[in-house]
């Protein structure tokens, strides 16, 4: 009688060791799947970061495009001022000294 006490008690930590270590791999793949999602979230975390970086860089770049043109425009409108301003003033200048 004995020894069948001492089998059971065999068996049933036999038992009790293949329930903690299918507790553990359980554990252990909650723990990996934790670290998976948290790992996908920073990676889009990095990805919007990115996004946002280069959305504005662009909208820098196209800002300065956009004051380069108003810079060259204004330039060729200046430009375009003074060629009206010397042509009126050489037709309306006085004849240099002619000589007699």
Known sequence: QFASLEGQLRIAQ???????????RRRQ????KTAAREERM???QARKISKALRKAR???????????KRTADREERRSERQ???RKTAVQFAL??????
């Open 83 to 85: 060629h009206k301003r």
């Open 95 to 100: 004849p240099k000294d002619q000589p007699d």
């Open 42 to 44: 920073q990676k889009q």
């Open 29 to 32: 793949g909650e723990e990996a």
């Open 58 to 68: 662009l909208v820098e770049e196209g800002k300065r495009v956009v004051a380069a």
């Open 14 to 24: 036999e038992i009790e060791r293949a329930s903690e270590a299918k507790d553990e």
